[in-house]
């Protein structure tokens, strides 16, 4: 056998090739272009699918086999009546020499059964078998004195020929041989009996030559037809194994994210429900990672989406990586958030999975130099939560509780590892409450204004009031914005809760005049809301106020993530009149940045500073903000004045603008009272 045939031999012989075939349907069409399909399909030679289709002759087969030899073996023993009947005279010699041969022949194929040889050994019993039967019947019947009977009785031994070749499923070259040589044992008999008459010997040799090439013929055609079966067979294997690998991909491509390999949503929700239904009936833990890659959109828009796209597909291969060998899987779920799923239990095996992730992507060193929080590479903020006896009935709660833990993550400055805390303001159940709540606000009239005078320290007039948005709960507990803000901005309710309060201070405050000018806080959320310009304007014009009297303040810790967007809708804001404050300066690292990008008409320098003016090295730095300030020609506002000796020190420094607690309270807008106040404006000249 040449190599290429031993290769097909070695793939037709494999245990799955195999065991397919054996369970394969045999009822198939088996016309020609079958077997030339099937030589397609499969590769293999017809001489190779041949010395298959030998082989293929398995346990199955042997236990065919042997069942049809029990078979004949019974019919062989009943003609021992015939036997009685005929040619009583040798009748005990012919049943004898059956029984004989029928329980050698059972004691070879058992040995052969309990060999487990293959099935070649259980063909050649079974050949031997009709041999040496028809032997064990012939020879005893020779001596019969009944001559005249015997010579027909003869005609029987065509029965061996016809089960030679169409009783065992025997191939046909043995078959033609174990005919040929019952053929041969009758023509050698005929010299040992009575010569017949010659239109007796010719009939009886025409019937057994007859009989020789019908039966042999009719084996052949058989042989045929199981080669053809066969064909069909292989060829339904093969059609059944691509059908079955085409699923599979199928199913992998279904449950894929076409990006970064790892698990889709559709595969992540899937394997969370399963995950909950184990937990639900069988108590199997498990823990929900929220994975979030720190400032993506900007590292998306600077270095250009194919790089974006390799960032989401090395974060989602190093994650798969590490967390592979931990029995932990991962899925996107959704931009450039991923989730982790793992059977860990305990707080301390969460937070230690945590870390290993936030690490392992932060050891990718993955260059982001555009990212204005000191950091100078990719990371990722880590929200967790883990399944506890409280977790309640529905599996999204588990997942809104990862969300929360995430959000806080992000909140306390990204690069770090949250878990789920009903305790931390930013996660506790207390926030869906407040989400409820703020989703009738308006409507219930849960929220209203205050406003808190920002006074000219050198004229001792009102110029200004900042409006400040307060809170309660339904049933009147009061909410503090640090409480409120937060979780409205989570879910999107700034934006209705802004635009109202820029209408409601206009309608208050500036159209009817109680004060030259209001301020309103806006979010980062707002100023990435696309028409949030043009909400505004509208605003305006059906108030009837100009946007010259209406300030906006844009904190300094505003996310810096999409700042093409802001700068936009900035500039639009401008166009309209609209001064522009920057709110908090110096407490966080984007100030400097906004001080460059944006020409804001006044800077208000957050109290933080004010108190630590008492010590030396505290004035200094003040001195110093306000020096930068100056140099960039724009106004000053400092807040947080609340003694008379803060506003001493105000006159020292040179500050025109001043707001807090000694100046003013925040109240609702029927207690307010603008009214000049001489008595600091002289001050001045103690």
């Known amino acids: 056998m ?3 045939n031993e290769d097909e031999a070695r793939a037709a012989s494999s245990p799955v090739f195999s065991s397919r075939l054996m369970n394969a349907p045999s009822g198939v069409n088996h016309a020609l272009p079958v077997e030339q ?3 397609h399909a499969t590769g293999l030679s017809r001489a190779a699918l041949k010395r298959h289709y030998m082989s293929e002759r398995g346990t199955a087969q042997v236990q065919e086999t042997r069942h049809g030899l029990w078979l004949a073996l019974v019919v062989y023993l009943l003609f021992g009546v015939a036997d009685a009947m005929l040619i009583p005279d040798v009748s005990a010699a012919t049943i004898t020499g059956r029984f004989a041969v029928a329980i050698l022949s059972l004691i070879f194929m058992e040995i052969v059964v309990a060999a487990r040889a293959p ?6 019993v079974c050949a031997v078998t009709v041999v040496v039967a028809y032997l064990g019947w012939l020879i005893p019947a020779i001596p019969t004195n009944d001559f005249d009977t015997f010579r027909f009785y003869m005609y029987f031994g065509t029965i061996f020929m016809m089960s030679a070749n169409l009783f065992f499923n025997l191939f046909f070259r043995l078959s033609v041989a174990t005919s040929a040589a019952i053929l041969i044992i009758f023509f050698t008999s005929l010299a040992f009996v009575p010569p017949l008459e010659p239109n007796q010997l010719m009939v009886h040799v025409l019937f057994y030559l007859s ?10 055609k058989l042989n045929q037809e199981r080669f053809n079966v066969f064909l069909n067979a292989l060829e339904a294997a093969h059609q059944h194994d691509e059908a079955e690998k085409r699923g599979l991909a199928l199913e992998r491509l279904s449950n894929t994210d076409y990006l970064t390999g790892v698990e889709n949503r559709r595969a992540v929700d899937k394997r969370l429900r399963d995950y909950w239904n184990d937990w639900q009936t069988e108590a199997k833990a498990f823990a929900a ?4 890659v720190d400032f993506f959109k900007k ?11 390799r960032c989401l597909i090395l974060v989602a291969s190093v994650l798969n990586e590490t967390l592979k060998p931990l029995n932990a899987s991962v899925g996107r779920y959704g931009g450039e958030e991923f989730i982790v799923l793992s059977r860990v239990t305990g707080r301390d095996q969460v937070m230690a999975l945590g870390e290993i992730i936030r690490s392992a992507v932060e050891g990718l060193h993955l260059v982001h130099d555009q990212r204005r929080d000191g950091q100078a590479f990719v990371t990722v903020s880590v929200g967790a939560s883990y399944t506890r006896p409280q977790s309640g009935p ?13 959000y806080s993550a992000k909140a306390n400055g990204r690069n770090c590892i949250r878990l789920f805390n009903p305790n931390d303001p930013l996660t506790s159940d207390d926030n869906e409450n407040i989400a409820a709540t703020l989703r009738m606000a308006i409507k219930n009239d849960l929220v209203h204004l205050v406003y808190q005078p920002i006074q000219n320290l050198k004229t001792g007039r009102v110029e200004a009031v900042e409006s400040l948005m307060r809170m309660k709960m339904i049933d009147g507990t009061p909410l503090s914005p640090a409480q409120f803000i937060p979780v409205a901005e989570r879910t999107g309710a700034i934006l209705d809760l802004g635009l109202w309060a820029i209408r409601r201070a206009c309608t208050e405050v500036l159209a009817t005049g109680v004060a030259p000018m209001a301020s309103v806080n806006v979010s980062a959320i707002q100023l990435k809301s696309r028409g949030f310009a043009l909400a505004v304007s509208t605003i305006l014009e059906e108030t009837g106020v100009s946007g010259s009297q209406l300030a906006f303040e844009i904190t300094e810790g505003i996310d810096m993530e999409g700042q093409s967007d802001v700068i936009r809708c900035i500039t639009d804001l401008q166009a309209l009149g609209i001064r522009i404050w920057l709110d908090d300066f110096g407490t966080g690292f984007a100030g400097l940045s906004w001080l460059r990008l944006f020409p804001f008409d006044t800077v208000k320098i957050d109290r933080s500073f004010l108190q630590d003016a008492r010590r030396p090295a505290g004035r200094a730095m003040l001195e110093d903000i306000i020096r930068l300030i100056r140099n960039r020609g724009l106004k000053i506002l400092i807040e947080g004045l609340e003694t008379a000796d803060h506003v001493e020190l105000m006159h020292e420094l040179g500050i025109e603008l001043g707001q807090g607690y000694f100046l003013g309270r925040p109240v609702p807008i029927d207690e307010v009272r603008i009214k000049p106040f001489p008595r600091l404006a002289s001050v001045g000249g103690r």
């Open 119 to 124: 099935s070649k050994w259980s063909d050649l």
């Open 2 to 4: 040449d190599r290429g």
């Open 211 to 220: 009989c020789f090439a019908f039966t042999s013929y009719v084996n052949w």
């Open 37 to 39: 399909g099937s030589l």
């Open 394 to 406: 529905k599996l999204e709660r588990i997942i809104n509780e990862a969300d929360r833990a995430l």
């Open 289 to 292: 990672i929220l994975v979030d």
């Open 299 to 309: 590292y998306n828009d600077f270095y250009g989406h194919q790089a974006g796209d």
